[in-house]
């Protein structure tokens, strides 16, 4: 609650006189005005995703001034450079021992639970969770793991239930493969976001460390967890094993992922990577543009809510807007629009603002993604180009 507090009082505090300090750390076309450039030439303020996906041109003139001011250097097959810098970084961020560069958060949470399960069979994982419904069956089809699922809808499990699913095992299983971890996503990207309560995860560790179960957390998005909660990544960290964070979902990479833990865990993972395929005999440009994005997110981050409270504040002096958070959420909000023409909305905000939005949904409620690209314009620009968009799609509608 302490750190919830402190959290609270710095968004109130901080302000925006701290973003001219944080604008050198935003691409370098961000920081232009509209005096100084034209407003077809202005980046997107993109209310979807976690981060800034760069394009091909935007990611190369990036790099071009990290080689020019020298803070590129190559590895050779992860070993060294960039890679081995950005490396230390995370695991000085997650409080780990060590850290790894794979190719893909796939492949990190993958190898992490067949690491820590070693020969026992079953993983417990939320039902919503990334390793269970999007990694194509890998678990079971390549690592001979059985992912065994809690919590149905929600978005977590609680340390009750994952007792109560343990306990009830030799009641309905004749024969013992044993259970070799357990798997937490946090946030949850198919709950749109929705977090696991940090004194829920401190339970479930408890639990955990008395049955001896090893606890891995894909902590792709944990940044977002750690800015809307209040509490850091290492926090959230210390009571894994193991942490998958992603590169490119925030951080500008194209690709790639970072995994970190202990020095005994970590030091494996190389010679699995191969084993899997997953050795690649460059890693620079990725992690290059992930080190460089790193400085000064957590910051960034912080000056995104802080523009997003203002914009929340803005936006419902429209007629028929109304803005919600995800209950128990972090960076996903709800924002329900007034009777219009969605596809002109839409449309208008991109082409005439430079403002990306999703499309509404069926009763005009559009999920607004708080991300570093708010910073690109004022609040009140953005308030302009909703007010201006919105009014056009009405009056559209009503023909």
């Not at 509490?231 to 194209?254: C, E, P, Q, W």
């Not at 460089?292 to 523009?307: S, V, Y």
Request: one cysteine or more; charged letters at 20%.
């Amino acid at each position: 609650m302490e750190k919830a507090n402190h959290r609270r009082v710095f968004l109130k505090s901080a302000g925006a006189a701290m973003l001219p300090a944080l604008l050198p750390a935003l691409p370098a076309w961000a920081a232009n005005s509209e005096n100084t450039i034209a407003a077809t030439q202005q980046p997107y303020v993109k209310f979807y995703g976690d981060g800034d996906m760069l394009e091909p041109e935007e990611y190369l003139q990036v790099l071009n001034e990290l080689q020019a001011a020298g803070k590129i250097e190559r590895d050779r097959y992860g070993a060294g450079g960039s890679v081995e810098a950005l490396e230390k970084e995370m695991a000085r961020i997650t409080g780990k021992e060590k850290a790894i560069f794979l190719p893909s958060g796939t492949l990190a949470n993958q190898l992490a639970i067949s690491l820590l399960s070693g020969s026992n069979t079953k993983v417990y994982v939320q039902d919503l969770s990334h390793v269970y419904r999007d990694e194509a069956d890998a678990a079971q089809t390549v690592f001979s793991k059985r992912l065994m699922p809690l919590g149905g809808e929600k978005a977590f499990f609680t340390a009750a239930e994952l007792k109560a699913a343990i306990d009830k095992l030799p009641e309905q299983e004749v024969f013992s493969s044993g259970i070799g971890a357990v798997s937490i996503e946090n946030p949850v990207r198919r709950a749109n976001g929705q977090l696991v309560p940090l004194e829920e995860i401190k339970a479930i560790s408890a639990y955990c460390k008395e049955k001896q179960l090893p606890l891995h957390l894909d902590g792709a998005r944990i940044f977002m967890t750690a800015a809307w909660s209040g509490h850091s990544v290492a926090t959230y960290a210390r009571y894994f094993d193991t942490v998958y964070i992603s590169l490119y979902k925030y951080l500008g990479a194209s690709s790639g992922a970072v995994l970190c833990g202990s020095q005994a865990h970590i030091s494996q993972v190389s010679h699995l990577m191969k084993i899997h395929g997953g050795t690649m005999y460059g890693n620079w440009t990725n992690a290059a543009m992930a080190l460089h994005r790193l400085d000064g997110f957590e910051n960034r981050l912080q000056q995104a809510i802080l523009a997003f409270g203002k914009i929340s504040e803005l936006l419902p002096k429209i007629p028929g807007f109304a803005v919600q958070p995800i209950p128990g959420g972090t960076n996903i909000y709800t924002l329900q629009l007034p009777a219009l023409d969605a596809q002109i909305f839409q449309e208008e905000m991109r082409d005439q603002y430079r403002i990306r939005l999703p499309r509404p949904d069926e009763k005009n409620r559009v999920l607004l993604t708080v991300n570093e690209t708010l910073l690109y314009r004022t609040p009140e620009e953005i308030y302009t180009a909703f007010s201006n968009s919105v009014k056009k799609a009405t009056k559209a509608a009503r023909r």
